[in-house]
C-alpha cells in the first residue's frame, strides 16, 4: 500500500490533506505516515471542516494510548513474544507493528475503516514487518493468544468490549486515557504514562494520562 493512497483517502475529506512520515514523540522508534500538519496554512473552511468532522480519519493521528501502548510492548516484548496477537480498532497500526517488531509469531489488525487497513499495511511495510488484516471483529482467526486495544472506550457504549476481549484471548493489554475506573477488576493497572496524540490536537490533559491495563496471564 502506498502513501499516495493514503492521501487520497485523506482527500476525500480534506482536499488538501496528505500524509507524511513522522516519528511519534510518545514512540519515536516507529515511523508511521501520519497527517501532514504542514498542509494547513489557514484555517480550515466551512465546508472542509464540516467533512472533517463528519467522517474523521483516524488513523492519520497517532493517539496518545496508541504510542504508549507500543512503546510499553517494545520494552516488554515477552508479553507478546511467538504469540498470536490481535490488535483491535488498529488505526495507524503502531500497536500492531510494535507488537510485530517485538516477536508476535502473527499479528492481525482488525479495525472496520478500510482506509486504517490501508494504514497499516502502509506502516507495516515502511518498518519492515508483516501484519494480517482484518475488518471485522467477527471474522477473526481462530487461536488469539494476545488482543491489544488502544483508545477504544471513548464512547461508555463499548464498556461491553473488556468482557468480550477476556472471552475472545487468555492475555489482553489495554491501554486507555478516557476512563479513570473500568469497572473491570480482571483488567490490572501496570502503569500510567503521559503521551500527547500526533500531531498534537491539543486535547484536554486529562486525556493525555495513559493507563495501561493487563487481563490474564
Same mark, same amino acid.
Given at each position: 500500500?502506498?502513501?499516495?493512497?493514503?492521501?487520497?483517502?485523506?482527500?476525500?475529506?480534506?482536499?488538501?490533506?496528505?500524509?507524511?512520515?513522522?516519528? %511519534?514523540?510518545?514512540?519515536?522508534?516507529?515511523p508511521?505516515?501520519?497527517?501532514? %500538519?504542514?498542509?494547513?496554512?489557514?484555517?480550515l473552511?466551512?465546508?472542509?471542516?464540516?467533512?472533517?468532522?463528519?467522517?474523521?480519519?483516524?488513523?492519520?493521528?497517532?493517539?496518545?494510548?496508541?504510542?504508549?501502548?507500543?512503546?510499553?510492548?517494545?520494552?516488554?516484548?515477552?508479553?507478546?513474544?511467538?504469540?498470536?496477537?490481535?490488535?483491535?480498532?488498529?488505526?495507524?497500526?503502531?500497536?500492531?507493528?510494535a507488537?510485530?517488531?517485538?516477536?508476535?509469531?502473527?499479528?492481525?489488525?482488525?479495525?472496520?475503516?478500510?482506509?486504517?487497513?490501508?494504514?497499516?499495511?502502509?506502516n507495516?511495510?515502511?518498518?519492515?514487518?508483516?501484519?494480517?488484516?482484518?475488518?471485522?471483529?467477527?471474522?477473526?482467526?481462530?487461536?488469539?493468544?494476545?488482543?491489544?486495544?488502544?483508545?477504544?472506550?471513548?464512547?461508555?457504549?463499548?464498556?461491553?468490549?473488556?468482557?468480550?476481549?477476556?472471552?475472545?484471548?487468555?492475555?489482553?493489554?489495554?491501554?486507555?486515557?478516557?476512563?479513570?475506573?473500568?469497572?473491570?477488576?480482571?483488567?490490572?493497572?501496570?502503569?500510567?504514562?503521559?503521551?500527547?496524540?500526533?500531531?498534537?490536537?491539543?486535547?484536554?490533559?486529562?486525556?493525555?494520562?495513559?493507563?495501561?491495563?493487563?487481563?490474564?496471564?
Open positions: 500500500m502506498s502513501p499516495e493512497c493514503l492521501d487520497q483517502h485523506l482527500q476525500k475529506t480534506l482536499s488538501r490533506g496528505r500524509v507524511t512520515v513522522s516519528r %511519534p514523540a510518545g514512540c519515536q522508534v516507529v508511521l505516515y501520519l497527517f501532514d %500538519p504542514a498542509v494547513l496554512e489557514g484555517p473552511s466551512h465546508q472542509e471542516a464540516q467533512a472533517v468532522v463528519a467522517e474523521p480519519a483516524y488513523w492519520s493521528f497517532c493517539w496518545a494510548s496508541g504510542q504508549v501502548l507500543a512503546n510499553w510492548i517494545l520494552a516488554h516484548p515477552h508479553w507478546v513474544a511467538g504469540k498470536r496477537v490481535l490488535d483491535f480498532g488498529s488505526g495507524s497500526g503502531v500497536v500492531a507493528v507488537a510485530a517488531r517485538a516477536g508476535a509469531h502473527e499479528v492481525i489488525a482488525c479495525d472496520l475503516d478500510p482506509a486504517a487497513l490501508d494504514a497499516v499495511a502502509a507495516a511495510r515502511l518498518n519492515g514487518v508483516n501484519v494480517a488484516l482484518c475488518g471485522n471483529w467477527d471474522d477473526r482467526p481462530v487461536g488469539i493468544d494476545v488482543i491489544t486495544a488502544a483508545d477504544v472506550l471513548y464512547d461508555p457504549d463499548n464498556r461491553p468490549l473488556l468482557e468480550v476481549f477476556r472471552s475472545a484471548a487468555p492475555r489482553v493489554l489495554l491501554a486507555d486515557s478516557r476512563i479513570r475506573n473500568l469497572g473491570d477488576q480482571a483488567y490490572r493497572l501496570q502503569t500510567t504514562v503521559q503521551a500527547r496524540t500526533w500531531p498534537d490536537l491539543n486535547e484536554f490533559e486529562e486525556f493525555n494520562q495513559v493507563r495501561i491495563y493487563l487481563a490474564g496471564d
